[in-house]
Each structure stands twice: as C-alpha cells, then as structure tokens.
C-alpha cells in the first residue's frame, strides 16, 4: 500500500515537471501562410502584435513565445512583431523567406458560385461580416492545445494555399485543406475550444468556427450537417457533425481553415508529421 502510493506521488511529480517542460508548438515555417515562432525573454506577460493585431503568446516568466500567423499577401523579408510590456514597445525582426504555391484550375458547374448574381451578392455581403466577426475573436486563455487531431482521416483533395482559378477565372488563393471523405463522415473537433458561430453560407456551406483561445480558430466548412450548437464547449475528438458538399463544392469533402491573428494559415503546421 505505502510503495504504491510512493510511486502514484513519483509518477503525479514526474507528469507535472514534463508537462511544465514541454510547450507544446506547431511546426515553425516562416513564409507567407506560415507560422513565426518569437521568443520573448521577459519576466512579465508581454502583449504582442503584428500589423496592430494582437498576437497569441504563450509560456512562462521569461520564456515567453510569441506564435504568428503570417499572412499568405506578406511581402517577402524583414518583418516586425511589436512587443508591449508595461506600455514600453520593443521590436523584434524576423525575416519572412519566400514560398511557391501551386496553381490549380476548377470547374465549377454551378457557375452561380463563381459569379454570383445581385441577390447573392447582397447576402455575399451580409455573411462576410458574420465570418470576419469570428476570424477576429478573441479569447483569453492560458491552456491552448497547439498539437491538433485531424478533424476527418483521408487524403488530402486540395492544399492550403494552392492559387486557383474557377472556370479560368483568378480566385483568392486556398484558404485552407481540403480532405477528401465521403458525405456522412463524422467531423472531429481539433482541439478543445468554443463553438463561436454556425452558420449557412454562400461558398462555405454549414460552417461551424471553434475559438481555442487567443485568436486560435478552426473553421469546418461544407458540411451535410451541424451537430452542435453556438456557445457549447467541445473537447478535441468531440463530434460537431458530419461531411457534405453544401457551399461552392466539386464533391464531398471537409475544407478545414486555421486561423491565427485573424490570418489564414496551414493546417498541417499543427498536426503531427506522418
Ligand atoms: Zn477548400
């Protein structure tokens, strides 16, 4: 009985000092739709931001890290994460290396999807405010998974940041990955978090955004059906609903976003590598 509970105390002490050790990062890239990882070496709780957006950091007195969500329109180079302790600014450069996508054509057969006409736009209009709104969200919380699950398992249909053209048209480039599984296939929650929005629109279809703290958010689009309500709390690998093609779709499949600092980025910069 006595050794056993001596080594329940090893054990509990060993798991709390690996836990306190291991901050758990996504895989670092530092191009545009990438991610930028800042070391900040300061006692207090430093505030971030890049291009006046607050930036996600985490950690511990004086090893602080900033993560950054770099935009797939950012210019190549030097590049500046505004650091704020105390209202005393500090700048801290990093260099943004360039990166080649590559160029993809679709056909889209509901050609509605690819100009929409007034009717559409109008209501175009109206959601990009709603979407916008949940990219922004802001949540403050010190316990953030950076190691994401995958929300479906199948192959990937269409990379993130893949330039595209719809009926020979230029498009704003991938926003997200694309995983190809069939209608019906059980949607996963990345990580744990706040179901911040649902909703029905023109290209995403049923969308259900999850706010996992500090502007790290996770958008599921074109599902068949949303299985959870705004406001519940979701723990990574709960079911928040099942794949369909709803939205501007060639075939069944779940378009995945991540967005860091109101910013697009890769989604395979949180999974583990296969
Ligand atoms: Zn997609």
């Excluded at 509990?12 to 306190?20: D, E, I, K, P």
């Excluded at 943004?96 to 209501?123: A, C, F, G, W």
């Excluded at 020979?168 to 296939?185: C, E, F, N, W, Y």
Aim: with cysteine; charged share 20%; proline share 5%.
């Amino acid at each position: 009985m006595k050794i056993k509970s001596i080594l329940s105390i090893i054990v509990f002490y060993v798991s709390v000092l690996c836990s306190a050790n291991a901050l758990e990062l996504p895989t670092e890239s530092i191009v545009p739709g990438g991610i930028a990882i800042i070391s900040i070496h300061t006692k207090e709780r430093p505030k971030a931001y890049f291009h006046a957006r607050r930036v996600m950091v985490i950690g511990s007195s004086a090893n602080w890290k900033a993560i950054v969500g770099i935009p797939l329109t950012e210019k190549i180079g030097t590049q500046i994460l505004v650091v704020k302790i105390n209202n005393v600014k500090t700048n801290y450069k990093f260099e943004i290396r360039n990166k080649e996508y590559e160029t993809q054509h679709l056909i889209i057969k509901n050609k509605r999807k690819v100009n929409p006409n007034k009717q559409d736009m109008s209501r175009i209009i109206t959601e990009r405010k709603i979407i916008s709104k949940a990219k922004l969200h802001w949540r403050d919380n010190e316990n953030i998974s950076l190691q994401f699950i995958k929300p479906v398992v199948g192959p990937y249909s269409s990379p993130f940041g893949l330039k595209r053209f719809f009926n020979k048209q230029p498009r704003k480039p991938h926003s997200g990955l694309d995983i190809a599984v069939p209608k019906g296939t059980p949607i996963a929650a990345a990580a744990s978090g706040i179901v911040i929005n649902i909703g029905d629109y023109f290209f995403n279809g049923n969308t259900v955004f999850i706010d996992h703290g500090q502007g790290l958010i996770t958008m599921y689009c074109h599902m068949e059906y949303i299985g959870i309500s705004e406001g519940s709390k979701v723990k990574a690998g709960d079911v928040i609903g099942k794949v369909g093609l709803t939205g501007r779709v060639t075939g069944a499949h779940l378009h995945w976003s991540v967005i860091l600092n109101n910013t697009t980025v890769d989604p395979l910069l949180f999974l583990a590598k296969d």
